[in-house]
């Protein structure tokens, strides 16, 4: 088959209007079918692996993630042993300048907050600017550099959830090894903005435990010390319950399988359909070949080839923009659902370009083997 | 008197289109020895082609008996036929059919790619052949550079490349000015007396027929008795 290379490759690229628009089809198809996989392995089979995350637990609502729990679960939750730290939060939401300036912007209560979160690296006089300043906030230093944000500043968030405008000075800047675009401020500052009766409660509980193994037991504690209560909780590992986050978009595994299985159908007619084109315009000359001793083995071979070059084209341009895109997704996420973690590893490019190839040779097997069946007598007399 | 090359006996071939049956070779019978250079002539739908198939093993007859160099081609698969073809029998056609996105050299190179010679020894063989025909300077000219007459040098090139037993020609001066069929003819000729090839060649055309060794005529797919000597 080496020896056929040379004419593998003239055969495949002889129309190069139709080759390119086909390799940018594929190209187009499997940038999808990699950016999906991509979002895929980030949502659902992404852990935190840092040996904090996997010691983190999160309590909430057992109804519903925008339910609220009353305050008073801290103190019962501290209680159960195998608890290094909990710590009350609550999504705030709002908008920063302008609602595109997405990222995370969490209420939490400062003294725990470090203590939840060890693997944050922040100076020791920004930490305690923020443990001394009801207003005070901290950023991811990642999230402050988009927004060109420095320690010092003022900044407001525009409340939606919640009806007040919220003026914030920044304490600080912490780091921490993977790009964490949150904004932590104090949860008292929340309550005080708003009316009494709105007051002492948390969307959820964080809590981390002395050793990963604890995690379940503790999880299973925490759910039946409020079995019986008006608000009854719900506890997951910080993973799980990113990934139940994710589930508030609706079912994304059967969306994400949805748009797979329709891009590889497509790829398979517009493969199929661009060699059996190609087939048609060079029936005499498979009756060439063929006369010159070429077997219908070999003939076959070489269209397939042919699709296999085109496809595997398509798949190295489609991996190309797919990395590009994963990296901007990545970039642009705002810590939402652990995006901003989105590569499209090594193993994600050689899945999509190998898929690329078996698609695209798998498309040209019925018209590759018509060419090869065809008798030479009918090649030839074949005016195309 | 020499080998012989070809023996075909009672070879009939018939061929269905739809509900209808078209006799296009009768019981013919015919005897080429090696060496020698024979135009098939007959009207359109005598059976020439049809029989010039069957001998390169294009196709197969639908009963009677023929033998190409000895071997019994209904005996081989269509696989065993292609390799059969590759090394004993070489093409020229009327439309020449050159492949168009290679280049002389390589359409030269094609049917050696099936050979267990080296790359280089095939460009080499190549070479060889298209200098034989006068194309030496036009290596790696693509087919739609050449003229008519250059193109079916280039096939002949291509026919001799692997030095076959047997060159079949079909129609092969059919799309060619005057002076390039002359030519074309004086090549098939040189080919059939310097090297000792034996060619059976399709035409319509006398005067290319005065080009071979004997002249054989088929009607309504039956080979007619007669046989003509031009050169003698």
């Avoid at chain 1, 999504?91 to 979160?117: H, I, M, S, T």
Wanted: aromatic share 8%; hydrophobic share 45%.
């Amino acid at each position: 088959m080496a020896k056929f290379i040379t004419l593998v490759w003239k055969n495949a690229t002889r129309n190069r209007r139709r080759s390119l628009l086909t390799i940018a089809s594929i190209a187009a198809s499997f940038c999808l079918l990699g950016v999906l996989m991509a979002i895929y392995v980030t949502l659902f089979l992404t852990t935190d692996e840092s040996p904090a995350g996997s010691r983190r637990l999160v309590t909430r609502n057992r109804i519903s993630l925008t339910q609220v729990m009353p305050i008073s679960y801290e103190g019962k939750i501290r209680q159960i042993p195998g608890i290094e730290s909990v710590m009350a939060y609550q999504w705030f939401g709002g908008v920063y300048k302008e609602p595109k300036n997405f990222f995370a912007r969490f209420a939490c209560e400062p003294d725990q907050l470090f203590k939840l979160y060890p693997d944050y690296r922040i100076a020791e006089d920004e930490k305690k600017a923020f443990l001394k300043d009801r207003a005070g906030t901290v950023l991811g230093r990642d999230l402050a550099n988009k927004f060109n944000i420095k320690v010092g500043d003022k900044i407001t968030l525009k409340g939606d959830i919640f009806p007040v405008d919220l003026e914030f000075n920044v304490s600080g800047l912490f780091d921490v090894d993977k790009n964490e675009e949150v904004m932590w401020f104090n949860i008292d500052y929340l309550w005080k903005s708003l009316p009494s009766d709105r007051r002492d409660f948390a969307g959820a509980y964080l809590t981390i435990v002395q050793s990963p193994d604890d995690g379940p037991a503790v999880a299973q504690q925490i759910d039946s010390l409020f079995r019986n209560a008006q608000v009854q909780t719900k506890t997951e590992s910080e993973s799980a319950f990113a990934a139940s986050f994710v589930s508030f978009l609706g079912n994304v595994k059967l969306y994400l399988f949805a748009i797979s299985a329709a891009i590889t159908f497509t790829i398979l007619l517009v493969c199929g359909n661009t060699i059996a084109m190609s087939v048609r315009e060079r029936v005499r000359e498979v009756g060439i070949l063929k006369t010159l001793g070429f077997t219908n083995g070999e003939v076959m071979s070489m269209i397939l080839g042919e699709a296999t070059v085109i496809s595997l084209l398509g798949g190295l341009l489609g991996c190309v923009v797919a990395w590009t895109l994963c990296k901007g997704i990545a970039t642009s996420a705002g810590g939402f659902a652990n995006l901003e973690g989105m590569t499209l590893a090594p193993w994600m490019c050689v899945a999509v370009i190998a898929s690329a190839m078996i698609m695209g040779t798998v498309a040209a097997i019925i018209p590759a083997l018509g060419a090869s069946r065809t008798s030479i007598i009918d090649a030839m007399r074949y005016s195309g | 008197m020499s080998e012989v090359v070809i023996e075909a006996r009672k070879l009939t071939k018939i061929y269905k289109r739809d509900e209808f049956e078209v006799h296009a070779l009768d019981n013919c019978d015919i005897e080429i020895h090696r060496g020698e250079f024979v135009a098939l002539m007959g009207p359109s739908g005598s059976g020439k082609s049809t029989l010039m198939h069957l001998i390169a093993a294009m196709d197969r007859a639908t009963s009677g008996r023929i033998a190409v160099l000895g071997e019994d081609l209904s005996q081989l698969d269509d696989a065993e036929l292609a390799r059969w073809r590759n090394r004993h029998i070489g093409f020229i056609f009327q439309q020449f059919n050159l492949i168009p996105v290679l280049t002389a050299i390589e359409n030269v190179e094609l049917p050696l790619k099936l050979t267990s010679l080296s790359g280089k020894e095939r460009m080499q063989q190549a070479e060889t052949a298209l200098k034989l025909v006068g194309l030496g300077d036009r290596l790696t000219h693509f087919p739609r550079q050449l003229s008519g007459g250059q193109e079916q040098r280039v096939a002949i090139a291509r026919a001799i490349a692997t030095d076959p037993d047997l060159l079949i020609a079909d129609e092969p001066t059919g799309n060619l000015d005057a002076q390039s069929a002359k030519d074309v003819m004086l090549m098939l000729q040189k080919l059939n007396k310097d090297f000792g090839k034996t060619i059976i060649m399709v035409t319509h055309d006398r005067h290319a027929a005065e080009y071979a060794t004997m002249i054989r005529h088929l009607e309504k797919g039956e080979m007619k008795p007669e046989i003509e000597y031009p050169q003698a």
